[in-house]
């Protein structure tokens, strides 16, 4: 296939905004799919999870055939916590589908991935979705359009993939304003050495790891021995091919073109997504790496930062979760796994996420593709701690790294997932918790709302704008830690439910954070331990401690239930005892045989409380560890 018939584009869209409907209409208008085959609605989203809640959780190529061109589309998830997904669809096409429902607006989330396209410079076509609705709105709508992407009206394609009204013009339109591919270096394209952008990798019991490339130099044949420049990988292509959308094998993936290789590799950590798969002139792997095995550096590595403990309902299940986990594991290359064990919660997963939509998405995976029901704790983020002390092997298990500080003192810098893991107060000279920049599209009425939930949450005002009459963009900058907490939910509903929502990790900052631990009968509860800002202590465990009075069983003594924050009690909450009636078999009004009994039983009473400890039932951290 020549490099001039090739085109590669994507699809942009917020949820609902009907991208995988069109997606549909385009495999159906170029008979890539026959009618029939249409088992369901958008026949790109494979997963029943994605069918069930009409959302685009994993990308998905496939290949189309109009007018003697050759179309690649990848469709892509409209949901902010999937803009890992989208970098990389954004990273191996030329051009984008921007697709708006013409009863609704620009939401946050789209103008993020527009930004995005923009800056890996894509032609994009603007699309104007649902036109046949009586509540479009299609002349403020494009207005929108135009002042986001400074485009002409005339080139707003008005469309209604339901109906399929005016969707050829689209298939049209991308062969028209969009560019051949690109390739990788000013080298002459006709040389013999392989560079393919590997985009996506999935497991198929199968085929074991498969691979989704982007060749961006030469082309790829079956049997070809190729390396991945990054993970060092040696590997032969035991197989190549397109997507239509299912697997279809090819003599080989030509220049341009979007295709799989199946790699035989047992891991998908051994074929990450941000690889670039190599294949010189000489196929002997060389001793020192040439110039020219340089990878591909238009991706970035899925950085996850926030985490949550998983465990099983029942601890007999933890060998079915642990094999569940690590298939999980095999499709999902932004899932990062460790194992724990805990002597209240024995056997227990500490996993990493994007963001809270792919924590809800891997609980729900587990319950339904394994059967296993999960209790998943709240979400935390990761903090960085830096540490007056110069010697990094004595946290080489923090991944720590020796910096230079503002004063030019040796400090050392480590991650601290974990609030066990915190060192002592006076060890370390400050903590530093992860920020984000959080964009907030709502209808002017509700600005006050959403400033004062902001403001509560530690937000530092940045920027507000216009995007025209009705609408605000505000801007924030908010600790990650906050914005975990339900801000999504206080968002949508101070606003009726109008207001969008966008955020990108920022930096990291310094602040006045400590570490809360618990004590029940004076002893430290490691497992309840984490870290706040100062201010919200002593609310916030009140809270707890009230609820593990309400949770912990009694005892035959008072038991003390206490927040601490270095050394400096913040709560408290008593357990009463239970009081065994012991003069029942008293008769008649003997008061000093009854002063005795008492006597000696409060004195029973003073000597176990020194030697009984209290035993929590697995309810206590459920109740409190659960979202």
């Known amino acids: 296939m020549q490099l001039e018939k090739i085109r590669n584009f994507c699809i942009i ?3 609902d905004h009907g991208k995988s409907t069109l997606a549909d209409r385009m495999l159906e ?6 009618k029939r085959e249409m088992k369901h609605g958008q026949m790109l989203d494979t997963m029943e999870l994605e069918q069930e809640r009409w959302i685009t959780i994993k990308l998905q190529p496939v290949r189309m055939k109009w007018k003697d061109y050759e179309l690649n589309i990848i469709d892509t998830p409209g949901h902010v916590d999937f803009q890992y997904e989208v970098s990389r669809s954004l990273a191996s096409v030329e051009g984008a589908l921007l697709v708006v429902d013409a009863t609704q607006w620009i939401e946050a989330q789209t103008l993020s991935n527009v930004y995005m396209a923009l800056e890996n410079d894509l032609d994009i076509i603007p699309v104007l979705n649902k036109i046949d609705l009586p509540a479009a709105n299609v002349e403020k709508v494009s207005e929108e359009i135009i002042n986001l992407i400074w485009c002409e009206k005339e080139e707003i394609i008005p469309i209604s993939a339901k109906t399929w009204e005016n969707v ?6 991308v062969i028209e304003r969009i560019a051949s591919p690109r390739i990788y270096s000013d080298k002459n394209p006709e040389n013999d050495e392989l560079k393919a952008l590997v985009f996506d990798s999935q497991y198929d019991p199968y085929r ?3 691979s989704y490339v982007k060749v961006f130099q030469w082309e790829i044949k079956k049997w070809d021995i190729c390396h991945f420049l990054n993970t060092n990988k040696k590997i032969e292509a035991l197989d190549v091919g397109h997507f239509s959308p299912s697997y279809v094998s090819d003599p080989k993936i030509w220049l341009g073109s979007v295709g799989y290789v199946v790699t035989w590799l047992k891991t998908i950590q051994d074929a990450k997504v941000w690889d670039t798969l190599w294949k010189p002139e000489n196929v002997e792997w060389p001793k020192n790496k040439p ?6 550096e238009w991706f970035w590595e899925a950085k996850p930062f926030i985490y949550a403990w998983i465990f099983a309902m029942d601890s007999s299940e933890y060998p079915l979760l642990k094999d569940a986990i690590e298939k999980l594991v095999l499709n999902d290359s932004a899932l990062s ?8 919660l024995w056997h227990w997963y500490r996993c990493w996420f994007l963001w809270l939509l792919h924590l809800d998405i891997v609980k729900e995976r587990l319950l339904r593709e394994f059967n296993i029901d999960v209790i998943m704790t709240a979400p935390q983020v990761t903090y960085k701690v830096l540490i007056l002390w110069d010697k990094l092997s004595e946290y080489s298990r923090y991944n720590a790294e020796l910096i230079q500080n503002q004063k030019g003192q040796k400090v050392t810098k480590i991650n601290v997932s974990n609030p066990e893991d915190l060192p002592e107060q006076w060890k370390y000279l400050s903590i530093e918790e992860p920020i984000a920049k959080v964009e907030i599209i709502t209808p002017s009425n509700y600005v006050g709302n959403l400033m004062q939930l902001s403001q509560e949450r530690r937000g530092i005002f940045l920027n507000q704008q216009f995007i025209d009459s009705d609408r605000v963009m505000l801007s924030y900058e908010l600790p990650m830690n906050e914005l975990i907490w339900d801000f999504y939910d206080e968002i949508k509903s101070l606003s009726s439910w109008y207001a969008s929502l966008n955020y990108e990790f920022l930096k990291y900052k310094e602040d006045d954070l400590v570490k809360l631990e618990v004590l029940i009968a004076d002893e430290k509860v490691d497992a309840l331990a984490f870290i706040c800002h100062r201010e919200q202590a002593r609310t916030l465990w009140l809270k707890i401690c009230k609820n593990l009075k309400e949770t912990i069983p009694k ?6 239930i206490q927040a601490v924050v270095w050394a400096q009690i913040v709560a408290r909450e008593n357990i009463s005892a239970l009081r065994k009636d012991v003069t029942a078999k008293l008769y008649g009004w003997d008061i000093s045989r009854k002063k005795k009994l008492l006597q000696k039983q409060a004195k029973w009473k003073k000597k176990m409380k020194q030697f009984w400890k209290v035993s929590l039932p697995s309810e206590a951290f459920v109740n409190l560890l659960k979202k």
Do not use: C, R
């Open 337 to 344: 796994v460790e194992s724990s064990v805990s002597p209240a």
């Open 555 to 560: 005892a035959l003594f008072t038991i003390k």
């Open 13 to 15: 869209a917020h949820i």
């Open 29 to 34: 208008i170029t008979w890539t799919i026959d």
């Open 168 to 173: 050829e013009k689209v298939l049209d339109a």
């Open 208 to 210: 074991w790891v498969v």
């Open 291 to 296: 110039e020219e095995a340089t990878p591909i």
